[in-house]
């Protein structure tokens, strides 16, 4: 606070070339806002994200936007609400000023990078017809085949347990996993 007086009173120093007239308007200002600075620091403090901070901030332009004024009959006549006035246009310029930051880091929404994990319902009937397929492929195997074939890709059991599981050698294990993948392979060329 002592920095916005000290402040402020240095821009009232006239300059060499300045007459008492704007000398007596800059009196006139300067004890106007000192008057009603603490209403306005409160008013404007409620409306703004940074309080007090950001208030100072509001307060200081709504002086220089005083001092700026060439003609000061709307500040005579009813002085505290074109000081609010003032105060109240600048806190809505910086808030649109605000805003529009919030806009400029905006992040697009791009669907293939927020794409769902779920299936569509076409990929979900695709797949069941791939499903069906595959299960009329299987169903064409002989039985032991497709046993070995489904304990393999499904149970995922490695060739000597399959071959432990039904008591017959690895060799005739894989050849029945030879025999299933060529014919799935036939069978289901289109979907692979």
Same mark, same amino acid.
């Given at each position: 606070m002592a920095s916005f007086k000290a402040r402020a009173a240095?821009?009232?120093v006239p300059s060499s070339g300045e007459g008492t007239a704007q000398q007596s308007d800059r009196d006139t200002?300067?004890?106007?806002?000192?008057?009603?600075?603490?209403?306005?620091?409160?008013y404007v403090s409620r409306m703004l994200p940074g309080a007090y901070q950001e208030a100072e901030?509001?307060? %200081?332009?709504?002086?220089?936007?005083?001092?700026?004024?060439?003609?000061? %009959?709307?500040?005579r006549e009813n002085p505290r609400a074109?000081?609010?006035?003032?105060?109240?246009?600048?806190? /809505?310029?910086?808030?649109?000023?605000?805003? /529009? /930051?919030k806009t400029d880091f905006h992040e697009s929404f791009e669907e293939r990078e927020h794409e769902s994990r779920e299936p569509s319902p076409q990929g979900n009937a695709e797949w %069941? *017809?791939?499903?069906? *397929?595959?299960?009329?492929?299987?169903?064409?195997?002989?039985?032991?085949?497709?046993?070995?074939?489904?304990?393999?890709?499904?149970?995922?059991?490695?060739?000597?347990?399959i071959a432990a599981a039904l008591s017959i050698s690895t060799r005739s294990v894989e050849r029945?996993?030879?025999?299933?993948?060529?014919?799935? %392979?036939?069978e289901l060329?289109?979907?692979l």
């Open positions: 240095l821009r009232l200002i300067e004890t106007l806002f000192l008057e009603y600075r603490g209403v306005l620091r409160h901030v509001i307060l %200081q332009e709504t002086y220089v936007k005083l001092l700026g004024l060439k003609n000061l %009959q709307p500040l074109y000081l609010f006035t003032v105060a109240t246009n600048l806190v /809505r310029d910086s808030l649109r000023r605000h805003m /529009r /930051r %069941q *017809q791939s499903l069906q *397929q595959l299960k009329k492929a299987l169903l064409k195997l002989k039985p032991m085949t497709r046993k070995i074939f489904l304990l393999s890709r499904f149970e995922e059991m490695t060739y000597p347990e029945h996993m030879s025999t299933a993948l060529k014919h799935l %392979q036939s060329n289109e979907l």
